[in-house]
T-cell receptor, first 112, second 112 residues
Framework: AQSVTQPDIHITVSEGASLELRCNYS??????LFWYVQSPGQGLQLLLK??????LVQGIKGFEAEFKRSQSSFNLRKPSVHWSDAAEYFC??????????FGAGTTVTVRA | DAGITQSPRHKVTETGTPVTLRCHQT?????MYWYRQDPGHGLRLIHY???????DKGEVSDGYSVSRSKTEDFLLTLESATSSQTSVYFC???????????FGEGSRLTVL
């Protein structure tokens, strides 16, 4: 069975600074990887996904993520955060039976 | 919008009572999912469906049942609600063309 670990429960970053959220997965085959964002009281929105091909993927809102098979990682980055990026971020891994497993999430606080 | 709605959005009930949550989609997607979200756990899969009358268990299925009698509706039932089932429940549908999951806005259930 697949699993996801997000080592950081909470990250605080200054507006305009860079952001990196870590994600490590466990899965025996080539994974399908996702990053979702959830604003308070809202559902989840897809930021980006990796299925195959280029290991650096671009998403919405200026986010990108890099798949590193050797490290079983799929870290999310943004060069310059905005106050509206304050939210909870979830990494997820999908398998061939189309089930997604989510990490516990990382809450991002943006300070002025 | 992905054309997915959940009802009710909020419900308070007492221990031992039955509860049914409804997920309705207008996209005609084959795969539908029920997740629960709890602090520190992210989203955990309860049950999912891969077609009418075709369902399977997720990682936290005990105490829950589901039914899918038509493509557009996926029902989650708690036969006898317990306080441990207090949670926010999310329905999701999977796009066959992109592989991503689209989420509803969630149903907050409180079991007293």
């Amino acid at each position: 069975a697949q699993s996801v670990t997000q080592p950081d429960i909470h990250i605080t970053v200054s507006e305009g600074a860079s952001l990196e959220l870590r994600c490590n997965y466990s899965y025996g085959a080539t994974p399908y990887l996702f990053w979702y964002v959830q604003s308070p009281g809202q559902g989840l929105q897809l930021l980006l996904k990796y299925f195959s091909g280029d290991t650096l993927v671009q998403g919405i809102k200026g986010f990108e993520a890099e798949f590193k098979r050797s490290q079983s990682s799929f870290n999310l980055r943004k060069p310059s955060v905005h106050w509206s990026d304050a939210a909870e971020y979830f990494c997820a891994v999908g398998s061939n039976d189309y089930k997604l497993s989510f990490g516990a999430g990382t809450t991002v606080t943006v300070r002025a | 919008d992905a054309g997915i709605t959940q009802s009710p959005r909020h419900k308070v009930t007492e221990t031992g009572t039955p509860v049914t949550l409804r997920c309705h989609q207008t996209e005609n997607h084959r795969y539908m999912y029920w997740y629960r979200q709890d602090p520190g756990h992210g989203l955990r899969l309860i049950h999912y469906s891969y077609g009418v009358k075709d369902t399977d268990k997720g990682e936290v299925s005990d105490g829950y049942s589901v039914s899918r009698s038509k493509t557009e509706d996926f029902l989650l039932t708690l036969e006898s609600a317990t306080s441990s089932q207090t949670s926010v429940y999310f329905c999701a549908i999977r796009s066959e063309s992109t592989g991503e999951l689209f989420f509803g806005e969630g149903s907050r259930l409180t079991v007293l």
